[in-house]
């Protein structure tokens, strides 16, 4: 039998037998046109070799897939609970009447065992991507059980404020790993007609999580609570074990039979797993034949570009003014003369989370990564305005003022267009582009430091928003907030590609990377 192969032009002859290595069943000698967006033109892209991507005749089952990723975001469930957790219990153990805990605990104290996690999430995101590049993504977030459930008892039994924060440092590092981890799984076991809606259920699971947090924090007692979040990732692990581990991890590491179990087990009996497993050997091969220092890699056009989109999405995610809107939620209400509970207008907040980010899951594979990240930057930067105009004419007149009454309605309305806004577009799908931009040799890094700066730009927020707060005025930091998103609305018109739809190869091209030309080879079996 005899399959026509394509190497490189201009390549190493001497690598040329890699190719004698690659099954001939199955490879299939196309071209395919990719259209380079911007160009308005089309260039030609050989993918002799195989379809570097799915089956187009697609017969695959998709609810298998929709059962990994699930089960691979019960992790976030758990990160969410990790999150949310401050809300409804620090309230509770700062009250000096408080018998939750057999010590008192101050405000500065509160603070830090708020916002550790942070810190525990951040220290960990990039060994994280090592380790699961090494062990695997299955087994890694397996081996996070661990952290979660010692933290979480650390802070059930604690007997001290120091046991809190090691507990809560703990709890973060397991969380943080989860951010990095899930997400990487998730887009390589989807297909790309899915992959989108897949990598939002990360997002959507957190906000379920810190939905959890807030209703039954604020009715139960911190004990039982507790409890409560330490049998979630104990769940998340025993549902997990049952799932297949990434096809891609296993070709890349020589696994090959294993990887074609799991895309049965992904894909259903029916699908014709050799074209997408030979896809993936292919490009495992031409790896292992043509190897790329990790800075050689990092150093392409495509991959810094891939770098710089990720990591300014993680910015404007994080100062996008969503934490501060949260934190002064409860004043926010009060002002629009909602007499309404602060521990029901956190819930509200956290009902309104899930279900826009559940929405965002439904329509992400049908706008588009791209197009709802501008509304949603769009939104959230008038939004941000708003709530500065309101907060400045009352720091400026005073509560009582005829002006700031005649608006008593805008912060309310611009706290829950927001949520939805930043719950459409830049709550999830920052998590996810690592996924969709990023070829497998550079994944794990790229989605481990951007998780990394957005754990530590989470902390900063956190940490200095109320003496900033205090120093220039509450209308001001929201300007502030303002003109980041406008700035960020800006980056995504001219920077960010859809990615919608298209595979790891067809993003590439839309990064700046050329088009291989390709010359044949015959290959005998």
């Known amino acids: 039998m005899r399959s026509t192969l394509y190497r490189r032009r201009g390549s190493d002859p001497e690598r040329e037998p890699l190719l004698a290595a690659i099954p001939a069943s199955g490879l299939n000698t196309t071209f395919r046109n990719v259209r380079q967006e911007g160009k308005g033109t089309m260039a030609e892209v050989g ?45 509770k153990i700062l009250d000096k009447n408080s018998t939750d805990y057999d010590f008192e605990v101050t405000q500065a104290q509160g603070d830090w ?28 977030m397996l081996l996070l059980v661990l952290p979660f459930t010692l933290g979480w008892l650390l802070v ?19 969380g943080g790993s989860f951010c990095v981890t899930a997400p990487a799984y998730t887009s390589e076991i989807a297909q790309d007609s899915i992959r989108g809606t897949l990598g939002s259920y990360f997002q959507l699971m957190i906000t379920v999580g810190i939905l959890f947090s807030y209703v039954v924090g604020s009715y139960t007692s911190v004990f039982i609570f507790n409890i409560l979040c330490t049998l979630i990732p104990i769940i998340f692990g025993v549902v997990f074990f049952f799932m297949p581990e ?10 090959s039979d294993e990887a074609r179990e799991a895309l049965y087990r992904l894909r259903g009996r029916a699908y014709d797993v050799d074209q997408e497993l030979n896809a993936l050997k292919y490009k495992a091969e031409v790896a292992k034949a043509n190897p790329v220092s990790y800075i050689a890699a990092l150093t392409k056009k495509t991959a810094i570009k891939a770098l710089i989109i990720c990591y300014c999405l993680m910015v404007f995610q994080q100062l996008s003014g969503i ?21 029901i207008s956190t819930i509200i907040i956290g009902v309104i989370q899930v279900v826009a980010t559940f929405s965002s899951s439904l329509v992400v594979d049908r706008l588009g990564r791209r197009i ?49 806004a930043f719950s ?32 530590l730009l989470a902390f900063t927020v956190t940490s200095t928003f109320n003496s900033l707060n205090n120093a220039i005025g ?21 920077v960010i590609p859809e990615t919608k739809g298209k595979s790891v190869d067809e993003i590439q091209i839309l990064l700046g990377g050329e088009p291989e030309t390709q010359t044949p080879v015959e290959v005998k079996k």
């Not at 059930?156 to 397991?174: D, E, N, Y």
């Not at 459409?424 to 690592?434: C, E, H, Q, R």
């Not at 003109?483 to 018109?493: A, C, D, E, H, K």
Request: glycine share 10%.
């Open 47 to 91: 993918v002799s070799q195989v379809e570097l991507v799915e089956t187009r005749e697609d017969n695959a089952r998709k609810l298998p897939q929709y059962i990994a990723a699930l089960s691979a975001t019960l992790g976030a469930l758990a990160a969410g609970t990790m999150l949310g957790w401050s809300a409804p219990v620090m309230v």
């Open 113 to 140: 065992i708020s916002s550790i996690i942070n810190l525990g999430a951040a220290f960990i995101c990039f060994p994280i991507g090592l380790i699961m590049d090494r062990i695997g993504r299955k087994l890694t």
């Open 156 to 174: 059930t039994f604690g007997t001290s404020v120091g046991m809190l924060i090691a507990g809560r440092f703990i709890i973060g590092v397991a």
């Open 246 to 255: 990434s096809p891609n991890y296993l070709v890349v590491n020589g696994r």
């Open 323 to 343: 934490n501060a809107v949260i934190f002064n939620a409860s004043q926010i209400f009060d002002d629009a003369g909602a007499t309404i509970p602060a521990e």
């Open 372 to 420: 709802l990240l501008l509304l949603s930057a769009l939104v959230v930067c008038i939004c941000t305005t708003a709530l500065g105009v309101y907060f400045f004419l009352q720091q400026t007149h005073g509560p009582d003022a005829s002006i700031v009454q005649a608006i008593s309605w805008l912060p309310l309305v611009s706290l829950s267009v927001l949520i939805i």
């Open 424 to 455: 459409v577009g830049l709550g999830p799908i920052p998590w996810m582009m690592a996924g969709d931009l990023c070829k497998i040799d550079i994944k794990a890094f790229v989605s481990s430091t951007a998780g990394t700066l957005n754990w």
């Open 474 to 494: 509450a209308g001001q930091v929201f300007w502030i907030f303002s003109g980041i998103m406008l700035v960020g609305f800006i980056f995504i018109f001219f």
